[in-house]
Nanobody
């Protein structure tokens, strides 16, 4: 009943920029903390950035100063603005959200299907 869909991944040149989007839909009561994670081939999935419902952000050291996470609560949508991209940013980027569904007192962690970001010449 709840779905997260990422979009915006693409092939980007080093130093370029790209914005990812994550749209949540379904029978949602509220969305608490949301975050972006990424996974490169042969590596463990890692945290990129998180944002609370009130807008408090947290970033991995590797992306501080280059990436900006934001959200539009009215649209149930989260964004990741990526600037000064490096080859090591190449990964599948996943959207995560802690969501309480309508009619439920429980909060669950949901994941999107991922979107590929490739930084290469």
């Amino acid at each position: 009943q709840v779905q997260l869909v990422e979009s915006g991944g693409d092939l980007v040149q080093p130093g370029g920029s790209r914005r990812l989007s994550c749209a949540a839909s379904g029978s949602i009561f509220n969305i608490n903390t949301m975050g972006w994670y990424r996974q490169a081939p042969g590596k463990q999935r890692e945290l990129v950035a998180t944002i609370t419902s009130g807008g408090t952000t947290n970033y991995a050291d590797s992306v501080k100063g280059r990436f900006t996470i934001s959200r539009d609560n009215a649209k149930n949508t989260m964004y990741l603005q990526m600037n000064s991209l490096k080859p090591e940013d190449t990964a599948v980027y996943y959207c995560n959200a802690h969501i309480r569904r309508r009619g439920s007192i429980y909060e669950y962690s949901y994941w999107g299907q991922g979107t590929q970001v490739t930084v290469s010449s």
